[in-house]
């Protein structure tokens, strides 16, 4: 089972969207928190806002695909995220 992730930054108040092969977004968090990941590190730390599950990645990487896109921004910034 794979997962697609949204983290939100304390730091800069942005949103990163990133998929797993693994069903472990907890564990994704940590790594982007850790600083492991270049895209991420300079706006650590992160929070977890939400994650959904798909049976296969090719799946989960289109969701992905589509969250990172103008409409899917759009439905990023309408849903009421914890804003901590």
């Not at 590190?41 to 799946?59: A, C, H």
């Amino acid at each position: 089972m794979s997962c697609v992730y949204i983290l939100k930054s304390y730091k800069t108040k942005k949103y990163y969207v990133g998929s797993s092969r693994e069903n472990d977004a907890k564990k994704r968090l940590e790594a982007h928190n850790s600083g492991k990941i270049k895209s991420t590190k300079y706006g650590k730390p992160w929070k977890l806002v939400n994650k959904e599950f798909f049976d296969s990645y090719t799946i989960a990487r289109k969701r992905e695909l589509f969250l990172k896109s103008g409409k899917g921004r759009s439905i990023i910034a309408m849903e009421a995220w914890p804003s901590g």
